[in-house]
Each structure stands twice: as structure tokens, then as C-alpha cells.
């Protein structure tokens, strides 16, 4: 959790980082935890728990906008993503070796393949959809820094269309974007990110005009979930269809990552105990994500652990939830902090540096052969 100088950064995108993994742990409380599946339709916690998790879904696609707001100007960097991969690994085989100290009983050779294997195993999605985007984001930002605005807003208007718009209304994915949780996705996302930041698009309204935009788009997904549910649970005898508007790559949800991002890339820090909060919490986000969703954390202690918060009364179930993910995020955030000093004192990251050095360079000897 470096220090960072406030003067070259957007605070306001740093403190998104925070906000979008906290949303994220909102998402698996409610998911992974079971108190999505325990609610039971048509009552005040059903319909306040699916709003909680309707607000939260952007949570993805405003990280992926992030790395285009940030990269779109940067040069390409190989050890940027071996850092990210050997944090990664770390987390993978840290955590499990601690669970297997504790419960071995847990450990099957299975599981022993996939903690050293995060990336060619998919424990964690979002970082093997990002490790495949890595390698086209310095083609890519040739590619946004060529062309026209108007060439380039055609390009993200085409690929909304065929990627979010099209596969929303039929119901498929369509172009096997993975439901969003893929290299695709990521790659429209990181697109838009970057014009938004060559084109200053987030001060095309003003700020909390893109806040209510936010919230207008949650409450369109929101109430067409339980009009859908209450007309088909009339016709059909149970809800159906509530989903149709709740995905990463749904319009409306991208519209939502894309005004809650607007918003907070517009806001103003001056110097003091938030904008140093911020540039503390911001590094560790990532590895909040990387830790409270391991994957046998997320089977073994997170998953279920929620749905007895279903038969509390709604003010309390609320409270409940929000507790925990600040529970988690604390605590990971405290967990990385520890990482990093760590890593310091073993000076992980100028090693990478220099491993990266000798690969580029063998790299480079090579294509000249």
C-alpha cells in the first residue's frame, strides 16, 4: 500500500478502485453466501437483496473501464503483469497452504494443481481474462491513438451493439463474450475506458447528473426483474426471466459502470486523511478480490455462510451485509499490506523487474534471428 503523490493521480478513480471491490464483495456476500438463494420471492428482503445486488453489478465492468482510463497513455511494461501474476500465485498457494496446515482433510492432489496453476485453471476469471487483454493493450492503444474520435466512437458504438445490445435482447451470448467474463468484454470495456479519458466524455454532464443516470439505470434493471417475475409467476405459477437485464455485458449495466465511473473520475480531492486513505487502499483492491475469493474460501467458508440472513427483518439483514463486506475488506486490505512489506524487504518486485529486462531482451534477439 504505497504512498502515492495525490498531485499525478485521479483520486477520484483511485477511490472507484476501492468502491468497485467493495461492490464486488457485496456481489459474493450475497451470491457465494447463499442470501440470493435463501430470500424468498415476492418479499421485502427478496426485493432489497436483489436491489443491494443490482447496484453492486457494475462493480466489473468499472474496473476493466479503469484499465483503459489509466493504460490507454502507457507504454508497454512486461513486468506490470508479472507482478500481478506472481500476487497472484502468492495468494494461491499462501492461502492454501495455511488451510491445508489447519485442514488437510481439504486437500486433494485436484486442488494442489489448480493453486499452482491460478491462470491456466481459471481460479480466478477476471485475472485470466485480463492476462489474455495484457498482450493487445499496447496494439490496442495504437489503434486509439490513430484513429479518429469519430472512427473510434463508431468502433465502441459497433462493438456495444454487437457485444452487449444484441445478446441482451436474444437472450445468448451470441459472440461468446463468456457472459462478460471474458478477454472479449474486457477488451470493449477497455476501449470505452480509454476514450473516455482521451475524450474527457466523463465532463460531457456534470457529475451527479452521471450519479442519478447511475441509479436510474439499477432501478430500470430492478423493476423490470420483479415486473417480469410477478407476470410470469401469475401465468406460469413461478418467477421467471428476472435475469434479462442482469449481466456484465447488459446495456444497462454498462451504462451504469459508465456513469458511476464518470462520476467518480470527476470528483476533487485536496491533501489530507481521505485523499491519504485513498492512495493507502487503492493498491490493495486487487488482492481484496484476490483473497476473499480463493477459491476454497469461497467453498468452504463463504459459500452458504449468508443465507441465515434471509429470516432476519430487512434493516438488520441490510446492516448484516454490509458489515461483513467491510469485515472482508479490511481485512484482506490489512492482509495485503502485510504482503507488501514482504515483498519489499525480499525486493520481489526488483527482481521481476530484472527478470523482465532478460526476457524482453532474449525476446528481442530472437525476432532478429
Not at 11 to 37: E, K
Not at 179 to 192: A, D, F, N
Not at 282 to 303: N, Q
Amino acid at each position: 500500500m504505497t504512498i502515492v503523490d495525490t498531485k499525478t493521480r485521479n483520486l477520484g478513480v483511485d477511490l472507484l478502485r476501492i468502491t468497485a471491490m467493495f461492490m464486488v464483495v457485496i456481489l459474493h456476500v450475497l451470491g457465494h453466501g447463499g442470501l440470493l438463494m435463501a430470500v424468498a420471492p415476492k418479499t421485502l428482503n427478496y426485493n432489497l437483496a436483489w436491489f443491494l445486488e443490482i447496484m453492486a453489478y457494475c462493480a466489473v465492468d468499472c474496473y476493466a473501464l479503469i484499465t483503459g482510463y489509466v493504460l490507454v497513455n502507457s507504454g508497454f511494461k512486461l513486468s506490470r503483469i508479472l507482478k500481478l501474476w506472481v500476487e497472484v500465485l502468492f495468494y494461491s498457494i499462501a492461502i492454501t497452504a495455511v488451510i491445508a496446515f489447519f485442514q488437510p482433510d481439504l486437500i486433494n492432489l485436484k486442488i494442489i494443481t489448480a493453486t499452482f496453476f491460478p491462470l491456466l485453471t481459471t481460479r480466478y476469471w477476471y485475472f485470466t481474462a485480463y492476462f489474455g487483454l495484457f498482450f493487445f493493450i499496447p496494439f490496442l492503444n495504437y489503434l486509439i491513438n490513430s484513429i479518429e474520435e469519430k472512427q473510434l466512437r463508431k468502433l465502441i458504438l459497433a462493438s456495444i451493439l454487437l457485444f452487449s445490445i444484441i445478446p441482451t435482447i436474444i437472450q445468448r451470448d451470441l459472440f461468446l463474450t463468456g457472459g462478460g467474463g471474458g478477454t472479449l468484454w474486457l477488451g470493449v470495456l477497455y476501449l470505452i475506458g480509454a476514450y473516455i479519458k482521451k475524450y474527457d466524455f466523463n465532463k460531457l454532464l456534470n457529475k451527479n447528473k452521471y450519479l442519478l443516470l447511475y441509479f436510474s439505470c439499477v432501478i430500470i434493471v430492478w423493476a423490470t426483474k420483479l415486473a417480469i417475475e410477478l407476470l410470469t409467476f401469475k401465468i406460469l405459477g413461478e418467477p421467471k426471466g428476472g435475469d434479462f437485464f442482469i449481466s456484465y455485458t447488459s446495456p444497462f449495466i454498462l451504462l451504469a459502470g459508465i456513469s458511476l465511473f464518470s462520476y467518480f473520475s470527476q470528483l476533487d480531492f485536496k491533501e489530507g486523511y481521505l485523499s491519504k486513505a485513498i492512495t493507502i487502499l487503492a493498491p490493495s483492491s486487487f488482492a481484496v478480490y484476490l483473497i476473499h475469493d480463493h477459491f476454497l474460501i469461497r467453498e468452504f467458508y463463504l459459500g452458504k455462510s449468508t443465507m441465515a440472513l434471509s429470516n432476519f427483518n430487512s434493516l438488520k439483514m441490510i446492516a448484516s451485509v454490509f458489515s461483513l463486506a467491510i469485515a472482508i475488506y479490511l481485512i484482506c486490505s490489512l492482509i495485503d499490506y502485510l504482503r507488501i512489506k514482504l515483498f519489499r524487504v525480499l525486493k520481489i518486485n526488483i527482481l521481476i523487474d530484472k527478470i523482465s529486462e532478460k526476457l524482453l531482451s532474449i525476446f528481442s534477439k530472437t525476432l532478429k534471428l
